[in-house]
């Protein structure tokens, strides 16, 4: 377990700032949802309470108005993940392309079922909807990346890249 | 070849900077608008244009546009939605990847047009990069003095944002999309007031899709006289295709609407026939929520006429025998694919998209979903299958927003064309273990009758 504290340094807090200011005056919450996802890239991937309640005091507002938006969108991790989670996009034009041979594919290597985590805490497998990545399927995501136009060898390749880098891939746009 | 307006010099190198957007004129439609036409007259090329809305409703944009309320000293909003999740559709993607300045452009003359000084672009969470990417031509749209104070010395202001979503098909909606903007669940409002009265921070607000957007550019850089000159009736102009499925050449076209389904299958400049040497069986053409058509009618429609790539030959039989355009996700389906499966994995994708404000979409898109995997797996009855379209007919009409619509048309429209392909699964639960059932013998039906 991480010791770290539950705050960001000044310059993630400028930006938190600089994104608020993006609203009308007193419509700051509307920054919400871009700062939970620094707040999760931060922390370790996931949303814990702790961080929850830190970006409440962050945007003056209830710590169950995070909780609340937190919890409706599939992006936001509400337990902790492996350091890659693979997400792999299940939908029916991914479908007919391979995209249950490649969950089938991805368990068998890892030895791990879908939602699971490896036990060196490196992979989780993630099945999510149409990522509009539909002409280039079987697709997945890890991090901001897409990994398209997958067979068996690129899939491979990509799981020896992530094991070496073995750092946390996360989504940040700014 | 036909005319490209949108995606011209995607393959340009360097297209997605300034500089080399403006070597190809990039910029001439802000420069037209604000110099030399008044917001209204801008409005008025839209309407002669005969645009008509990319995101999936095909709502004509310069009528929408008229309809924005501009109560004196109130703010007005543009907001682009590029929440694109539509199962098949990935255009949106492809253009602000390839060309964020087309994006940028067309919100600025437009929000010239509505007289917004604030606008936003709403972005599917897991577009990261690609907000990445429009937050860089952003920057550079600054500092070349196209946004900020005083653009062009005329004394209009226009500040623009991007605006990150976290993964929510729901979003797509319109008045869903403003909840998640205003940093709230994606709850869509029960409608009126609409945006155009009462939307982003309860002020007169227009969304509208990506692609809408940046047509509006060569709208005002060739007036919208020329631009209705493409295409046919009241499908006016061109229309990017994400065309996927079993195709040969699966990906993002740029159609002049007055093509024939049939080019745009196979012939080479699309989609290039169907992959694997197989037969085409079947098509969603606008993305998962419109109806599946068995290939006979997607290609001529009931009256035998060819079918056309427009709005109105796409639709034309209504739900009986036709379609719609949607948002433009073509996906194409060969004599392997099971069309029951598919259905299944529809149903799931709404049952895990719904909202869950309304009990006719959060428990019939659940009950759809259990009964599918049901006859999916050999363990369906007969009865199944009446029970599916009741279910459907109960959802329809009944909810607050179009998803629940959405969720019951291609249940409706798989047993409409396909009853015999889920009678077979009940008949035959032993054929059906192995997922990949028509993988070797594939189901092709008797010539297809519209039972109900
Ligand atoms: C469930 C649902 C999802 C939608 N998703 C999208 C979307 O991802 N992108 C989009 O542009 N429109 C989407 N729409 C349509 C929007 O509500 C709205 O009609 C559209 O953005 C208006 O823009 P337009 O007139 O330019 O098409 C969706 C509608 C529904 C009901
Ligand atoms: S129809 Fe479904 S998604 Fe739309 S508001 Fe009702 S429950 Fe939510
Ligand atoms: S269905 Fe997988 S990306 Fe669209």
């Not at chain 1, 909780?67 to 991790?77: C, K, L, P, T």
């Not at chain 2, 037209?32 to 995101?55: D, F, W």
């Not at chain 2, 290609?299 to 006429?305: F, I, Q, S, V």
Request: a neutral charge; proline letters at 4%.
């Amino acid at each position: 377990m991480s010791i770290k504290e539950t705050k960001f340094n000044s310059e993630t807090l400028a930006l938190c700032h600089k994104l608020m200011k993006r609203y009308p005056e007193g419509k700051h919450k509307s920054a919400l949802i871009p700062i939970l996802h620094i707040a999760q890239a931060e922390f370790d991937g996931w949303l814990s309470s702790e961080t929850m309640d830190y970006v409440a005091s962050i945007l003056k507002i209830q710590s169950i108005e995070v909780f609340e938006v937190a919890s409706f969108y599939s992006m936001f991790n509400l337990k902790p993940i492996g350091k890659c989670m693979l997400e792999v996009c299940r939908t029916a034009p991914c479908w007919l392309n391979g995209a249950d041979e490649l969950v089938a594919y991805l368990e068998k290597k890892l030895g791990i079922k879908v939602g699971e985590t490896t036990k060196d805490g490196m992979f989780t497998i993630k099945t999510v909807e149409c990522l509009g990545s539909c002409g280039t399927s079987p697709m997945l995501q890890c991090g901001a990346k897409y990994y398209e136009n997958l067979t068996n060898q690129k899939t491979d390749e990509l799981l020896e890249n992530l094991k070496r880098e073995n750092k946390r891939q996360t989504y940040t746009a700014y | 070849m036909g005319r490209k307006l949108l995606i011209e010099h995607v393959h340009v190198p360097g297209i997605e900077t300034l500089e080399v957007y403006r070597s190809k004129g990039g910029y001439t439609s802000v420069e037209k608008a604000i110099k030399t036409m008044s917001p209204e007259a801008v409005v008025e090329e839209v309407k002669k244009s005969g645009l008509r809305g990319r995101g999936g409703a095909g709502f004509p944009t310069g009528l929408k546009w008229s309809f924005l309320a501009k109560p004196p000293g109130v703010a007005r909003y543009l907001v682009c939605n590029a929440d694109e999740s539509e199962p098949g559709t990935f255009k949106d993607r492809y253009l602000m990847e390839k060309i964020p300045h087309a994006l940028i452009e067309g919100m600025i003359t437009s929000s010239y047009a509505l007289g917004a000084h604030t606008s936003y672009i709403y972005i599917r969470g897991e577009y990261f990069y690609v907000a990445r990417i429009l937050e860089q031509a952003i920057d550079e749209a600054y500092a070349a003095g196209w946004l900020g104070k005083n653009i062009l010395g005329s004394g209009y202001d226009l500040d623009l944002y991007v605006h990150i979503g976290a993964g929510a098909y729901i979003c797509g909606e319109e008045t869903a999309l403003l909840e998640s903007l205003e940093g709230k669940r994606g709850n869509p409002r029960i409608k009126p007031p609409f945006p155009a009265i009462a939307g982003l921070y309860g002020c007169p607000t227009v969304v509208n899709n990506v692609e809408t957007i940046a047509a509006v550019v060569p709208i005002v850089n060739e007036g919208g006289c020329e631009y209705a000159k493409i295409g046919i009736g009241k499908s006016t102009g061109t229309k990017l295709i994400s065309a996927g499925g079993h195709l040969n050449k699966p990906g993002v076209y740029e159609i002049e609407m007055s093509i024939s389904v049939e080019e745009f299958i196979y012939s080479d400049e699309y989609c290039g026939g169907i992959s694997g040497g197989k037969k085409l069986k079947a098509c969603v053409p606008g993305g998962s929520s419109v109806p599946i058509l068995p290939a006979d009618l997607l290609l001529t429609t009931a009256n035998g006429e060819k079918r056309m790539m427009t709005y109105e030959s796409l639709s034309d039989g209504g739900f009986a025998t036709g379609s719609m355009m949607g948002s433009g996700g073509f996906i194409a389906y060969n004599e392997t694919a099971c069309i029951v499966r598919n259905t299944w994995n529809f149903s799931r994708f709404y049952h895990h998209e719904s909202c869950g404000q309304c009990s006719p979409c959060r428990e019939g898109t659940g009950w759809m979903e259990k009964i599918l995997h049901r006859l999916e797996n050999g363990h369906g009855k007969m009865e199944d299958i009446d029970l599916l379209w009741d279910i459907q007919r109960k959802i329809e009409g009944n909810t607050i927003c179009p998803l629940g619509d959405a969720a019951a048309w291609p249940v409706a429209a798989a047993i409409r064309h396909f009853r015999e392909e889920f009678e077979y699964h009940v008949k035959y639960p032993e054929k059906i273990k192995d997922p990949n059932h028509f993988h070797k013998q594939s189901f092709l039906s008797s010539k297809q009758s519209v039972t109900i």
